[in-house]
């Protein structure tokens, strides 16, 4: 059956409204795809600006901006699109990005991800997490060779396969080349010639012309890698791509904001990844640790108050007047003198170092012979990352002085401790005569709470027999130290057998120059 | 090459390249600074060193996949007469398949051979391609210490695994092992695997996310890393 005239007439009808309900839509949006961090809406040049805290320094900047509508903008992104033969940002970055970018992730975006992960893999999680976490590299991992089992991953029994078979490969290709009637290369092969006869064999260099050609020669090895590049020309063109289509847009933009100065101009107070060093502080008492700030602070001006202005041709108006914002501080501290005096740092947490040094003067009182002494075991790791976000805002007078108002804000902590080990030692002499009786030890680790400033002291279950005087009987003592028992001279002997004391991070000093000291920010000409 | 690598965009590329001519070039010209002091150059190895790198550890570590650092680390003990310990480095570079097991040794009889004058007109061109690698701020050494199997990156991944095993599936001293991998073989996706797994543990999901795609980017196929990139766009918040 034919359709009817007037059923085609409103299939042209419908047909003409939903083409140009899409056709509005589209041109009323940002195209999809277009990434607005890889463009600048804003101009990065202006006033410097330093912002001191204690004895670190900040630099930013204070910059007048004209601002570019949404309309303004769409309109440069589909010029530039047009222009540069671009008919989709989205199917470029699909070439180029397979994963596309997380924004504000959370921790536990990531633990669920990990576990969505886990069971994308079809891995039953079990007890033992570093099995889990081999087990998950080793699916995710699929080039390699299947013939090997995970277990032979998590029972270390790789490497030693990975040795045999490289040693082997070396023995086939040496009898590769006997096959084929080759020598193979005589300096690892047979024994080798003293330096003088090396330097008069003058016959292997008859293929060579000179030296430097067989240097770059053996720079070609290079070439064998282009195949392999090639491959992606694709995705390599997409990129070329893009990269040409975000300059040229830039371009535009900072033309088009050149020409539009005197419209509804505004003023920002910016701290673009502005860092700082502060070296040697102390943390738990030892000094000599090292970090690195990172400042992220944008203050856009709400209302403006006077005529200040500046000596400079590429700026006008008035910075004077209120700003708000928001700023993130990035302090990434590096504990490294902590943790390699473990024997110091332990004495100065919380109460446990005043209940250490008692029970040592306790016990001197006692027999004042005995050595009482910790040492470090091995170079440990101490890092510790904390974020704090909040708002702030300031007022700049007219005079240029800028008065800075910064919120507390959320602080995230994150703690890598590790190897923190020490020995905590007992030398025992006979008070009589001062004969060496014995030399009882304990192992123990300065830990971290990973998201948290806490820290404690995990002590081995049992101490140890170091040394003993051959004279006497010591198995009472063995078999003390084998219960856990004898070796609380020198700390709380409750910590050895529960759960551990849990001691206040030492924030006296870490974060001082943002937490505790006065914040002065000024213009810089 | 590494110039080409980082114009594309294709930075661990970039690394890789850079790094093997450092690992070449600052080697050969080590040796050249050990077969000019044996010559009867400066009073002192150092002193014809000057403040160049005179580690042989320091240099391989650029890329261990270059096997030239053990070839003129064996000539420049072959020239001190000691015999053992250079059989032993020109062993270890034959080990690495990428050494020429027919004529390698080549380049140990050339350099051999050439006198003083010729070897400070050689060092001369050397330490011009030295400051031009180094000077483009991409080739840096790993901290993964040196064996004679690191030219490996399925040794190097085994290394990081037991390391994950000792430390009690702390990443923080694996992702030595698994970046040092990465930068021995770029084009394996195997590599980028160990890298993203170990960035994601670690909690930095926007190194995750970047070691997925450049993995994607230099092997395309790859099912691991496609199965990545596919679930994390799908539980993207």
């Known amino acids: ?525 | 090459m590494g110039e080409e690598y980082r114009n594309l965009g294709m930075q661990i590329q970039s690394k890789y390249a850079y790094g093997y001519a450092a690992a070449s070039i600052s080697s050969m010209r080590l040796c050249v600074d050990t077969l000019l002091h044996v010559g009867g150059e400066g009073a002192t190895l150092e002193e014809v060193v000057g403040s160049r790198i005179a580690d042989w550890d320091e240099i391989a570590a650029y890329n261990y996949a270059s096997p030239f650092p053990w070839v003129f680390e064996g000539l420049s003990l072959h020239a001190q007469d000691k015999l053992e310990e250079a059989q032993e480095c020109y062993y270890n570079a034959a080990l690495n398949p990428e050494y020429d097991l027919e004529n390698g040794g080549v380049i140990v009889y050339v350099l051999a051979m050439l006198d003083n004058d010729d070897l400070k007109e050689l060092k001369h061109k050397l330490t011009g391609l030295e400051d031009q690698i180094y000077e483009a701020g991409i080739a840096e050494p790993s901290k993964c210490p040196r064996d004679k199997y690191c030219f490996s990156d399925e040794y190097l991944n085994a290394l990081g695994q037991e390391e994950l095993i000792a430390s009690d599936g702390d990443f923080a001293n694996a992702m030595v092992y698994f970046e040092t991998a990465l930068v021995v073989a770029p084009f394996n996706g195997d590599n980028y695997a160990s890298c993203a797994i170990a960035s994601l543990y670690s909690g930095d999901m926007d190194k995750t996310i970047f070691y997925v795609n450049e993995g994607l980017w230099a092997d395309p196929d790859h099912e691991g890393l496609n199965l990545m990139a596919e679930l994390l766009n799908e539980r993207r918040p």
């Not at chain 1, 995990?458 to 028992?485: C, H, Q």
């Open chain 1, 1 to 525: 059956m034919k359709p009817s005239r007037l059923a085609i007439l409103l299939i042209l009808v419908l047909t003409m409204l939903y083409t140009t309900t899409v056709i509005h839509v589209s041109q009323a949006a940002i195209p999809p795809g277009f990434d607005r961090s890889r463009v600048r809406l804003e101009t990065k040049i202006g006033h410097k600006v330093v912002l001191q805290c204690d004895q670190i320094e900040f630099y930013g900047t204070l910059i007048r901006q004209v601002p570019i509508s949404e309309k303004e903008l769409e309109d440069l992104i589909r010029q530039t699109m047009e222009d540069l033969g671009i008919d989709s940002l989205k199917k470029l970055n699909e070439i180029v990005n397979k994963a596309e970018q997380w924004d504000e992730i959370t921790q536990e975006e990531i633990d669920q991800f990990i576990q969505d992960l886990t069971r994308t893999v079809k891995l039953v999680p079990n007890a033992d997490k570093v099995a889990d976490i081999l087990s998950i590299l080793n699916r995710i991992r699929t080039n390699r060779d299947p013939t090997k089992s995970v277990e032979e991953f998590l029972y270390g029994l790789l490497k030693d396969g990975i040795i045999d078979q490289l040693e082997k490969a070396l023995e086939d290709a040496i009898e590769l080349l006997i096959r084929k009637g080759k020598e193979p290369d005589a300096l690892f092969t047979d024994l080798m010639d003293e330096y003088n006869d090396l330097k008069g064999a003058k016959s292997k260099l008859s293929a060579l012309k000179n030296y430097w050609e067989y240097l770059k020669f053996l720079l070609e090895k290079y070439k064998q890698d282009v195949q392999k590049y090639k491959d992606r020309a694709d995705a390599a063109m997409a990129k070329a791509m893009l990269n040409a289509f975000y300059e040229e847009l830039q371009r535009r933009i900072d033309k088009l904001r050149n020409s539009k100065r005197d419209d509804k101009p505004y003023w920002v107070i910016e701290f673009d990844r502005a860092t700082a060093q502060r070296q040697n502080f102390s943390f738990f008492g030892v000094g000599g640790n090292n970090q690195t700030w990172e400042l992220n602070m944008r203050l856009q001006q709400t209302e403006q108050t006077g005529e200040f202005s500046f000596d400079s041709e590429n700026v006008a108006g008035s910075a004077a007047g209120t700003y708000e914002g928001e700023y993130t501080i990035k302090t990434d501290s590096d504990l490294t003198a902590f943790a390699a005096f473990p024997q110091e740092s332990v004495m100065n947490i919380g109460v446990h170092g005043d209940v250490m040094l008692w029970n040592i003067n306790l016990a001197k009182q006692i027999n004042p012979q005995n050595e009482f002494y910790l040492e470090p075991v091995s170079q440990g790791i101490a890092h510790n990352l904390r974020i704090v976000k909040g708002r702030c805002s300031a007022y700049v007078l007219e005079s240029g002085e800028i008065q800075l108002h910064v919120e507390p804000g959320e602080e995230a902590i994150m703690n890598t401790f590790s190897d923190i080990k020490f020995v905590i030692n007992e030398k025992n002499y006979n008070p009589a005569n001062s004969e060496f009786l014995y030399h009882i030890a304990l192992d123990a680790e300065i830990k971290a709470v990973p998201y948290e400033k806490m820290v404690f002291v995990d002590y081995a279950d049992k101490g140890y027999l170091v040394a003993s005087n051959p004279k006497y009987d010591w198995d009472a003592l063995r078999n003390n130290l084998a219960e856990g028992l004898e070796i609380a001279v020198m700390f709380d002997e409750a910590e050895m057998r529960e759960e551990p004391d849990f001691y206040d991070w030492d924030d006296s000093e870490i974060w001082k120059p943002w937490d505790k000291s006065i914040k002065t920010m000024r213009i810089v000409k």
